[in-house]
């Protein structure tokens, strides 16, 4: 068990619609990072929040967006979602963004099926 | 963008074989992260690297950070069922915002008993 976890752990959904999935990091640490995981492109780093403020981003589509609340816990929230988003979503957590403070945790992840 | 070369792509061997698998970069990693993942299951850390020619050991497991800061190996020692899987190596670039990090494309590991 990492210490981070995710909800929920499978979500199955149509074609335009909007999910939100729910990420808490480890007890201390700061940052947060999601990650999209599929067949085709592998592990893909999406966005990162360092104690509440957007810290880095990739390749996001603008369909996609993040936030962390003041507890650190942090949502994605995936809209107008097409068959392709269809994959598996993780969240890491770390104490910073360098060195030995960019030890990525990852949770179980989050199973997007888009029907 | 950055990526990662990781080979092989998969590999099946016999118990109490040993492994080695290496990621090479374009351009320079100041951090190498070793992660192996079960089906369904998120990846897991098992060892991080941050200098140039580190070699680190976890177990049977050993990795380095390369020379050059453009490359990494993992060897895994007499392998055991258990060690099936996925391995990837993960780096973070030195002129990098914040903590994101570079994944390789994944290495299969199947032991056979």
């Known amino acids: 068990d990492s210490g981070v976890t995710q909800t929920p752990k499978h979500l199955i959904t149509a074609t335009g619609q909007r999910v939100t999935l729910r990420c808490s990091p480890r007890?201390?640490?700061?940052?947060v990072y999601w990650y999209q995981q599929s067949l085709d492109q592998g592990l893909q780093f999406l966005i990162q929040?360092?104690?509440?403020?957007?810290?880095a981003k990739g390749n996001i589509l603008e369909r996609f967006s993040a936030q962390q609340f003041p507890d650190l816990h942090s949502e994605l929230n995936l809209s107008s979602l097409e068959l392709g988003d269809s994959a598996l979503y993780f969240c890491?957590?770390?104490?910073?963004?360098?060195?030995?403070?960019?030890?990525?945790?990852f949770g179980p992840g989050t199973r997007l099926t888009v029907l | 963008g950055q990526q990662l070369n990781q080979s092989p792509q998969s590999m099946f061997i016999q118990e109490g074989e040993d492994v080695s698998m290496n990621c090479t970069s374009s351009?320079?990693?100041?951090?190498w992260l070793w992660y192996k993942q079960d089906p369904g299951e998120g990846p897991v850390l098992l060892i991080a690297?941050?200098?140039?020619?580190e070699l680190t050991s976890n177990g049977r497991l050993t990795a380095q950070f390369g020379i050059t800061r453009k490359d990494s190996f993992l060897n895994i020692s007499a392998s055991i069922p258990s060690d099936v899987g996925i391995y990837f190596c993960?780096?973070?670039?030195?002129?990098?915002?914040?903590?994101?990090?570079?994944f390789g494309q994944g290495t299969e590991l199947s032991v056979k008993p």
């Open positions: 351009s320079i990693f100041n951090t």
């Open positions: 993960a780096g973070q670039p030195l002129y990098n915002q914040g903590g994101k990090l570079i």
């Open positions: 690297l941050y200098k140039a020619g």
């Open positions: 890491a957590s770390s104490v910073g963004t360098s060195g030995t403070y960019n030890e990525q945790f």
């Open positions: 007890s201390g640490d700061l940052s």
């Open positions: 929040y360092y104690n509440g403020e957007e810290r």
